[in-house]
Nanobody, 124 residues
Framework: VQLQASGGGLVQAGGSLRLSCVASEGTFSSYVMGWFRQAPGKEREFVSV????????YYADSVKGRFTISRDNAKNTVYLQLNNLKPEDTALYYC??????????????????WGQGTQVTVSS
């Protein structure tokens, strides 16, 4: 599967953004989808995961209650709605695909499919 992320930008603290990730060359509904982020000088960290149908999701504690992951299998797209953004949310955001679902934080090495990043910058 090929993944293409978009939707990043510059926003003030408290603002919102919606990231999108479109999949091609595969059966999108057969993949678990996730979002990760990587700030300068830091490791890539888990943000959220959604199962194949969208009926189950899981979030990192740092974004719980502010971010929402969703998917539209008819459009081969997964979304990440970012609300009440904080300067510490500034990072390069990546979408990722997997074949198994776990309702727990996961490491980047557990995910085989990656899109390019989209930059989110939150000013204070």
């Amino acid at each position: 599967v090929q993944l293409q992320a978009s939707g990043g930008g510059l926003v003030q603290a408290g603002g919102s953004l919606r990231l999108s990730c479109v999949a091609s060359e595969g059966t999108f509904s057969s993949y678990v989808m996730g979002w990760f982020r990587q700030a300068p000088g830091k490791e890539r960290e888990f943000v959220s995961v959604i199962n194949w149908s969208g009926s189950s999701t899981y979030y990192a504690d740092s974004v719980k209650g502010r971010f929402t992951i969703s998917r539209d299998n008819a459009k081969n797209t997964v979304y990440l709605q970012l609300n009440n953004l904080k300067p510490e949310d500034t990072a390069l955001y990546y979408c990722a695909g997997n074949t198994f679902y776990r309702r727990r934080p996961s490491m980047a090495y557990e995910w085989p499919y990656w899109g390019q990043g989209t930059q989110v910058t939150v000013s204070s």
